[in-house]
C-alpha cells in the first residue's frame, strides 16, 4: 500500500501561488504553516481521570500561507469563506 503525505506538493505550491497573487510578492517568500486534525479515538478527556490519551493527526487539517511584511497589519483570506479580515497588531 502506497504512504500519502498530506499536505501534498500540490497544495503547497497552491497555497504559495494564491498567497502571492493576493501580497503581490513572490512564490518564494511565501511560508507555509501545517497544523494537521487530530483525533482521539480511545475518548476524549479520559486524561482527566489519569487514563491514556490515543490522540493522532489525520491526512488533513489546515494550510495557513503567509508573507512577513514588516509593518503591524494583517490581512487574512480563507478558502472556504468569502472577503478578508484585516487587523493590526502591537499597539
Not at 42 to 69: R, W, Y
Request: glycine content about 10%.
Amino acid at each position: 500500500m502506497a504512504e500519502s503525505s498530506w499536505p501534498t506538493e500540490a497544495q503547497l505550491n497552491d497555497i504559495r501561488n494564491k498567497v502571492s497573487e493576493m501580497s503581490g510578492r513572490d512564490s518564494e517568500e511565501v511560508q507555509v504553516v501545517v497544523s494537521p486534525y487530530r483525533i482521539c479515538p480511545l475518548g476524549a478527556h479520559i486524561d482527566h481521570q489519569g487514563g491514556t490519551v490515543s490522540a493522532m493527526t489525520i491526512n488533513k487539517g489546515i494550510l495557513l500561507g503567509f508573507v512577513p511584511s514588516g509593518d503591524t497589519e494583517v490581512v487574512i483570506r480563507s478558502g472556504q469563506f468569502r472577503g478578508d479580515v484585516r487587523f493590526r497588531y502591537g499597539h
